[in-house]
Structure formats: structure tokens, C-alpha cells
């Protein structure tokens, strides 16, 4: 789940940059009560939805998700307060299930190794969240997807990561009010 770089020889784009593009792309398949949520303040609640344990496991799963790397992590971006205060205040009942169902999945298949999810090294939570992916393949629902949605979410409309990562430029390029026609390509909309 972690490393950044490209493929051998340099070309081609890096994980994280792959991962900006398919957010972006996929704004549009996301429900909009979580768009309209993402678009709040991502101030953690007071309250906190996830027990404890359920909390670690969403945390260090987030965090491998997206790890740091010379950008901030899931962590530093504030995605597993995100991803509680969402569960909690926004998702249907059937996500939240979802949600619980993946949770719950990642504990046992990290049980199964021997301990923790939260405690294991990052090598070991790598190739539970990979096993728990691969058995979901196909399934539908897969609540996998909906844990690595909210990530993916919660990571981009985080204030670190819009500062810090993401490119903005409100008003591309200098404005001149007075071009002629033919050097933008005879488009008046331009």
C-alpha cells in the first residue's frame, strides 16, 4: 500500500498523483450528502462515533492507505477524525454497517496474524488490507471501497493537503480584457 514512486525508468505518474486523478474523477460518483459534508469545516467533532478499538483500526488502516511520504499522511491530514465524525453524522445506516463490517473484517484477518491491526508493522497491515481487498473482489457492496473512499475523501478536502499538496489557481493566467479574437483560437468564451 505505501511507495510513492513511479514505475522503473522514471516515466509515468507516481501512486499519489494516480490516486489525486481518481479522486478527482471520482467526485462525481460520491453521494452528495458527502460532498456536502467534505465541503464543511474538517474541525473534529467534540464527539467522537467509533469506539476506541474501532477508531485504531480505521487510523492505521487510513494511514496506510495513504501514507506519508514527503506529503502528509492520512493521519497528519486529520482523515480519522474525518472518517468518525462522517460516520457518525452523515453515512446511512448502511454505510455505517459497511463501514463496521470492513473494521471488523481488517480486526479478525489482523487477529489472525497474530495481534493488533494497529500494532502490526506496516509490512504486515499492508498485506491484511490487501487480503481483505482481494476477498471482497466483486462483492457488492465492498466495504473496503467505502473505507478507502472516505480516506480518499477526507485526505483531499483536508486543509494540509488543499495547502500543502494540491495545486489551486483560482484565475489561470494573467486576465486581459482586451484580446482579439483570433489569438485565443476565434473562441469568444476564452
Known amino acids: 500500500m505505501s511507495g510513492d514512486a513511479g514505475p522503473a525508468g522514471g516515466s509515468g ?16 460518483a460520491l453521494s452528495p450528502e ?9 474541525a473534529p467533532a467534540a464527539k467522537t462515533y467509533l469506539t476506541a478499538a474501532q477508531g485504531a483500526i480505521v487510523s492505521a488502516a487510513a494511514e496506510r492507505i495513504l501514507p506519508r511520504t514527503d506529503t502528509p499522511g492520512a493521519i497528519d491530514a486529520g482523515v480519522p477524525a474525518f472518517i468518525d465524525r462522517m460516520y457518525g453524522e452523515v453515512m446511512t445506516p448502511v454505510e455505517q454497517k459497511l463501514l463496521i463490517a470492513v473494521v471488523d473484517e481488517i480486526d479478525a484477518a489482523a ?37 478507502r473512499q472516505a480516506t480518499i475523501l477526507g485526505y483531499f478536502t483536508s486543509e494540509p493537503v488543499g495547502k500543502n499538496v494540491l495545486h489551486y489557481d483560482p484565475v489561470p493566467g494573467a486576465y486581459d480584457g482586451c484580446v482579439p479574437i483570433d489569438q485565443v483560437g476565434r473562441r469568444n468564451w476564452t
Open 111 to 147: 487477529k489472525a496474524q497474530g495481534g493488533s491491526f494497529a500494532a502490526l508493522p506496516a509490512a504486515q497491515q499492508d498485506a491484511v488490507l490487501r487480503g481483505v481487498a482481494a476477498a471482497q473482489q466483486g462483492r457488492q457492496p465492498a466495504s473496503f471501497e467505502l473505507l
Open 13 to 28: 505518474i507516481s501512486r499519489r498523483e494516480a490516486i489525486r486523478r481518481a479522486a478527482l474523477l471520482a467526485g462525481v
Open 34 to 42: 458527502w460532498l456536502s459534508f467534505a465541503a464543511q469545516s474538517q
